[in-house]
């Protein structure tokens, strides 16, 4: 999965980063022991030199891990906080979103996730977005908590009831992302998946409007029949 | 020449049938074996249950387990497998072996080790007695409000709540007996700074339970008000918090995790120095070290929380105590592989296993470092990479570490070695399929994101060849796994005998007989330095010299 947002750029490099380090890590290690369970055998009966180790070698390895632990800290700490950064609106961006990020409100439900936009229309399943536009999400839950995990946009954010969480991204092509929920959530949870369609500016103001009228539509279609006395 | 023993109490008639004596026992060592042979049969039934979830997850949208049934067997297996399994495998162990290191002739409660090894009884009862309702849904982890009354309103949830509860209480009180007799009952000379290392992993993980028990217990009494006394601790909206819930229970979790580890570390340190004929390259610092994962890590809960809405000051909390984490663990890796260095090693069955559990947990921690770092867990949390990180930090913990440990005492609990060639078959196994198991979960989980927990995944996710992989290899590890559990079985009875002290071991529990006679020593030694045994083995060589060393399988050597 290839990443499409200035903070999963981030993520992607302190990915090989913290492969790289896993890699030292395990080959340290089990190369380490190798080594000595191959090169030290004996025979029963053997009494091997009962060598200890003072202070001197533990603390330099003592040092030597904590640098290493030291160095893994800072790099994530400088990763992290590239990928925490809200990037600005490009060029190719929804103008109206060019100073403030646009606010879109996302509300898990078992087992669906809602999407309110900024013009009071809203869709399930799939969210449209504007290309190269700052997206600010703001993740919000009914009921139990969910997790929204689009991947390829952003990290992932829980949805706990009563709480608020943020993700923001700029989706830099269009496209259709699919994501799911990653916190079990009830039966349906394997099947509660989300998609997010990146289009361009006037498609989205397109989808938008139409959106909303065919709500509005529908709406006003529920009012007149229960005007006239029929269930809707 | 034999010793005249101090009490006599072996030769008379047992009263009762021998099931009645083993019901009523509060010998420490007739409730360890019975612990840890518990614990190695819910291992088998934990298996079989995520043998089921491997099976639905063989296919792309399988429809071989129901959404219900998927998340009943998740989180049966879940439960099975650290509160019935890992943590009474864990404290099972300490309690058998430690007071007989530290020369102690019982425990200091004895009586609150009998009821505490049958509460945890109790409590898997109450977990499989769910079998006649309905089990719990609510996951290995189960987060409020999912599992309070309004969205699983049958009683399974309070079944997981009463069962881990009964075994937590349980295993506290068999860590309130063990710290209490490592407290007193230390034979003379036994300083603290002369315990062995297994004994200190024993004495941390005691202090440790002590410690997280409680809260764990806490947050469950609140569950189960919630569900049935119209509590609101976690309840949104009405002055509670689901959140509060998440770091109650994680800090308990990530506890556990740690004193498995612990318990494999110790266990570990023991076996190396034993089949290295070596003392330990430096046991201040690995104790210390055993010491510090036990504080850091437990700091460390929010790590699970990277992606909750907490702030990005706690996130970094969790991240400084987790990478802190790196330097116990790396002393303790180093001291181990200095103490092989330049011995003289046996490579039988405990040493095979005590290698395998380094280098797996050596995987998971290389992985959980990446889960530590703050943005990228954003990306890994909650997926599959995360399942294979756990399982392969406490697979190598407690199943590889678990089986190394059970081979290194097993002469100790029956008297009988267990056989060698089954035990390479089943390590060689067992290798296998943790590594055809979790690699492909790991890269399922990093490359396509695969979700956690879940009952299905889509045919156009491109992760069918990973889960295809990982499900034939959780089959292999499973036949690995069995076959060590058919040769304890087998060598129970059918195993050559060991005699008191087949490894050569420099701790007490080799100075007694195997089995040993309920009160572990007709003679106490004088302990003089961190290795009684070895001390004993020259003492005796020099009376006897120069004729060789006869062994006295019927009775035990004398200082």
Redesign the interface.
Known sequence: MAPHSPGTDQIETLLWIGFVVGVIVFVAVTGGLLYALRRYRGERGDEPRQLSGGRGIQFRVGLLLTVFAAATFIAATVFTEKAREVPVTGPDGLEAAASTPLEIEATGQQWIWRYDYPNESFSYYKLVVPVDTTVSIDLASTDVVHTWDVPELAGKRDAVPGKHNRVVFRADEEGLYQGDSATLSGQAYGSMRTAVEVVSPEAYEEFVKSQREEIQAAQDRVVDLIGNGETP | MSARPELVIDGYPKRRPRWVELATSSDHKDLGRFLITAAFGFLFIALIELLLMRLQLLIPENTFLT??VF?RM?SLYGATAIFFFALPLAIGLFYYVVPLQIGARGTALPRLGQVGTWLVIAGATVLYAGYLFTPT???VNP?P??SELA??ANNGVDAWATATGLSILGLVLVAIDLTATLANLRAPGMAWRRLPIFAWAGAISSWLLLVIGPIMLAAITMLLIDRNFDGVFFA??SGG???LWQHLSWIFFTGTYMLVLIMALGAIAEIVAAF????????G?VIGSLAAIAVLGTLAWMQNMM???IG?GWM?FA??MS??L??PF??I??????T????????RAP?LFA?GA??MI??G???E??H?????S??L???TDSTAATHFALVGGAVFGGFAALHHWFPKLTGRTMGESLARISFWTMIVGTLLAFIPLMLAG????Q????????D??GVNAHNLIASIGTLVLVAGIVVTLVNAIVSRDGGTEAGHDPWGGDSLEWFTLSPPEPHNFDVLPDVRSARPMRDIREAISHRTAPAPEKPAPESQPVA
Not at chain 2, 451 to 458: E, H, L, S
């Open positions: 959404p219900v998340n998740l849904e609510a996951g987060l409000p999912l969205f699983l949104d909206g918090a689901p959140l290295a004929r070596k003392p330990i390259f430096n046991r610092v992606t909750a809405p990005i970094y991240m400084l990478l802190a790196i330097v790396g002393l890796f180093f001291n181990l592989i200095a092989l260095v330049g011995g003289a090693i046996r490579m040493l290698a380094i280098a050596s995987i921690l290389a992985a470092i990446s530590s770092m703050i943005a990228l954003w990306k949390k909650n997926t990093t490359e396509e994101g979700v956690i927990d879940a009952y299905k995944y889509f156009s996710t």
